[in-house]
DNA sequence: TCTGGGGTCCTAGGACCC
DNA sequence: TCTGGGGTCCTAGGACCC
């Protein structure tokens, strides 16, 4: 994807507005002007909130349960999660979006670096012309923030959703420095990309509060007390562009399945299920992906707010407060497997043992994961090698996925995995939307 | 009662080697 | 009494992102 890159090109951030809630309210045009949010698996807490949402006050990774009593005061309306749809509308909008760039970097499900040609006039017109076309042909509103290096785009395209008055668009080159001067010294410095709740405590600790502030920083000096990540950051504040590109790997470093539960589990029969079932989906996922692993980490945790009671409620930051501490509570297992592997027998196998040795029955587990790692892309090599015969290729993960694909995800599995019907831990998702664009039965139908 | 999931990168420190 | 030093590889943990 990647063709060289000018030194001095300008590059753009575009992103989508509310990425799920404009996914759904482009199917469904009621939602239009109502606060929207979507919710996180299991119907947990929000995790996208529509401008309307925003302004009545509820905040990204607030539990459900804690606003669903005011829903109907607010004219509030939730959604689970609906990933299928995201990924479709998300390849649509990327694939608009790359017509426009020299080059383009997807960065997330919503957001996408392109490099620009052109000066300031053409930069402006070309980022207006990118607004219209993704809303023309996939129907969900984006944003364009124009500048020379990756962490100001980020900041331009910040500044282009504060301000309505910029219809969406922001390029630094039309902003005289003085006024992005005092723009960056009203944001605090956690506004910037890469500067979390951590490192903005340690800096404040330095006198370092605004963005402003960390752009007249000694990058030697934030290099020795913090890392050359922000070091980064401090040079391409004043336009040295310093953020290398993440390549798509062909191979990726780890492949996780791990859900939380509707409800607790505590025994040991349901505990070898769940790691049955996840080491399967997880398998399935590698298998999608022609890669096998050579280690297998399997985690359980308790919910970290059961025992906060009495506890200092230390400041728990949006993404929900400090991360559990491994422990009987938590455990963490990673086994080296005996040989790399796909195969979900194996796999299946090595994670329900791997568990059995850690959690302790009666404990009130509320989630659990099965991850892969020591990927490596697999080869031709199959399960049941032994028992084919000649010229016969038999490969357990791929006649899995295929049954699937044909069947359904509960169609078939390997023991505890195979669920007639859905155990009762199985995930909530009582707001769900069709799969308007991955599923014929579920197309919307048009009347006129 | 009920609080998401899936990633990446960097750093420090230990093991090991010569 | 004296007890090298530099390099690499690996892993765990921290921090961040969306």
């Known amino acids: 994807m990647s063709e060289d890159r000018p030194l001095h090109q300008r590059l753009a951030l575009v992103d989508v507005n509310n990425f799920y809630v404009s996914c759904e309210r482009a199917f469904d045009p009621r939602l239009e002007g109502r606060p929207v949010v979507v919710l996180s698996n299991n119907d947990g807490c929000v995790v996208a909130r529509s401008e309307e949402a925003k302004r009545a006050g509820i905040k990204t990774g607030t539990p459900w349960f804690q606003v669903q009593g005011r829903a109907a005061a607010l004219g509030l309306v939730a959604r689970s999660s609906n990933y299928e749809l995201y990924g479709d509308m998300s390849a649509r909008v990327m694939e608009v979006i790359g017509r ?6 997807v960065y997330s499900i919503d957001e996408s670096f392109i490099g620009l040609p052109g000066d300031e006039g053409v ?4 980022a207006g012309r990118i607004r219209e076309a993704v809303w023309r042909h996939v129907g969900v509103p984006v944003c364009v ?3 020379p290096t990756k962490t100001l785009a980020k900041f331009a395209n910040h500044v282009a959703k504060r301000n309505p008055g910029l219809d969406g668009v922001c390029s630094l080159g039309s902003v005289p420095d003085g006024e992005i001067r005092r723009i960056q010294s009203r944001v605090p410095v956690t506004g910037l990309w890469g500067v979390g709740g951590r490192t903005g405590t340690r800096l404040n600790a330095l006198g370092i509060d605004t963005i402003a502030d960390l752009r ?4 030697l000096m ?19 562009p ?17 859900r939380s539960f509707s409800t607790p589990v505590t025994g040991r029969a349901d505990m070898d299920q769940v790691m049955a079932l996840y080491a399967q989906r997880g398998a399935a996922r590698m298998a999608a ?12 945790g308790v919910s970290r707010f059961a025992a906060a009671a009495g506890a200092t409620g230390s400041g728990e930051g949006p993404s929900g407060g400090a991360a559990p501490v491994p422990g009987a509570s938590n455990p963490v297992v990673s086994v080296r497997l005996p040989a790399p592997t796909q195969d979900p027998i194996v796999l299946t196998r090595a994670a329900v043992a791997a568990m059995r040795g850690r959690m302790v029955p009666g404990t009130r587990y509320v989630r659990a994961g099965v991850m892969f790692s020591g990927l490596e892309p697999a080869t031709g090599q199959s399960t049941f090698d032994a028992f084919a015969g000649e ?17 359904g995800e509960a169609a078939i599995g390997l023991g505890h995995a195979g669920l007639a019907e859905p155990a009762g831990w199985t995930m909530k998702r009582e707001f769900a939307s069709p799969r308007y664009t991955t599923e014929w039965k579920d197309l919307p139908v048009v009347s006129a």
């Open 100 to 105: 426009f760039g020299a080059w383009q970097e």
């Open 123 to 126: 930069l402006r017109s070309t």
């Open 145 to 147: 923030g124009v500048a």
């Open 216 to 219: 007249d920083a000694d990058p």
């Open 222 to 240: 934030i290099r020795k007390k913090f890392s050359v990540v922000l070091q980064r950051t401090v040079l391409e504040l004043n336009g040295t």
């Open 242 to 258: 310093c953020i290398p590109e993440v390549e798509e790997r062909a191979d990726k470093a780890q492949i996780m399945f791990s």
């Open 289 to 300: 992906e022609g890669l096998r692993a050579s280690v297998l980490t399997v985690t359980a």
């Open 391 to 407: 010229g016969e290729e038999r490969d357990m993960g791929s006649l899995l996925g295929n049954v699937r694909a044909r069947f």
